[in-house]
């Protein structure tokens, strides 16, 4: 999934989840069943999960351009010493000397 098909997730799911809950707001006030509500909304969410869960295709519209392996042998990483890696960068000061 790429970055616009997750933020497309996102906004479906709390899109789908508002919606759920009004419909079953509404469903059990109409009915005056609080556990049909509960059911109805249950509902949403499993419909919610279905729908975003998944790496659909159509969350896969704007795909990630990824470096080639020869072209990442022409940009090498930096190195970067042990020494200043392990420590952070700072030096160790004891208490005792």
Known sequence: MDWQGQ???????QVL????????FLVGYVMADFQLMLLVYAGGVVL?????????????????KWLDTAEADRHPRPNVS???ASTGGKKK?????
């Open 82 to 84: 042990s020494a200043t």
């Open 7 to 13: 933020k497309s997730a996102e906004m479906l799911m």
């Open 17 to 24: 989840l508002v919606a759920s809950a009004v419909a079953s």
């Open 93 to 97: 000061t004891g208490k005792n000397k």
């Open 48 to 64: 919610t999960a279905l729908v975003t869960v998944p790496n659909w295709p159509f969350f896969n519209r704007n795909p990630l």
